[in-house]
């Protein structure tokens, strides 16, 4: 179980592949939010502040107010398909 986040999140990761801190360290929280939704779950964005907060410490709200443009961009570059 990844401290620093819930049960439910905790599921979601698993059915995502991802079920340990080092994991979502080295994936990163976007590559994370997509596997999880790859793996069929309904993740939010609050979701995804969830994870770069266990990432970087920071408490979800400053990561939704600071980190949330970076963290948008980097999503929708990943989820482009390859041109």
């Given at each position: 179980m990844i401290e620093g986040i819930g049960?439910?999140?905790?599921?979601?990761?698993?059915?995502?592949?991802i079920t340990s801190r080092e994991q979502l360290l080295k994936i990163g929280s976007v590559q994370a939010f997509l596997m999880v939704k790859?793996?069929?779950?309904?993740?939010?964005?609050?979701?995804?502040?969830?994870?770069?907060?266990?990432?970087?410490g920071q408490h979800?709200?400053?990561?939704?107010?600071h980190s949330r443009a970076a963290l948008l961009?980097?999503?929708?570059?990943r989820s482009?398909?390859?041109r």
């Open positions: 049960l439910k999140s905790n599921e979601m990761l698993a059915k995502g592949g790859a793996a069929g779950c309904n993740a939010s964005l609050n979701f995804l502040w969830g994870l770069e907060s266990v990432i970087t979800w709200r400053e990561v939704a107010k961009l980097e999503l929708e570059e482009q398909p390859n």
